[in-house]
């Protein structure tokens, strides 16, 4: 079974971007879409985008049009470009199978003044 690992997270003001990052520890899209969440205090997981692995992408609509989300397969990363980031952005941000079961330790955003 893959595990994921993912970076990139920190604290960044209104209107700024980070770029997050998701290491499998083995090959993407064996099993279906890969997808990123987020879960904020007190709110239930969300997925926010997802990709499949010939390209096609979906997106909350809270996100879409700032969010991105890519893959590099022959590096087994996923990648979710954040840019016009907001307050209510802020959340631990977790990448996995669309569908999966297990989860890592997700990887924390901050966006604040």
């Known amino acids: 079974q893959v595990q994921f690992v993912e970076s990139g997270g920190g604290l960044v003001q209104p209107g700024g971007s980070l770029r997050l990052s998701c290491a499998a520890s083995g090959s993407i899209f064996s099993i279906g879409a890969m997808g990123w969440y987020r879960q904020a205090p007190g709110k239930q997981r969300e997925l926010v985008a997802r990709?499949?692995?010939?390209?096609?992408?979906n997106y909350a609509d809270s996100v879409k049009g700032r969010f991105t989300i890519s893959s590099d397969v022959p590096k087994n990363t996923v990648y979710l470009q954040m840019n016009s980031l907001k307050p209510e952005d802020t959340a631990v941000y977790y990448c996995n199978t669309v569908g999966g079961r297990s989860w890592g330790q997700g990887t924390q955003v901050t966006v604040s003044s």
């Open positions: 990709i499949t692995r010939g390209g096609i992408r």
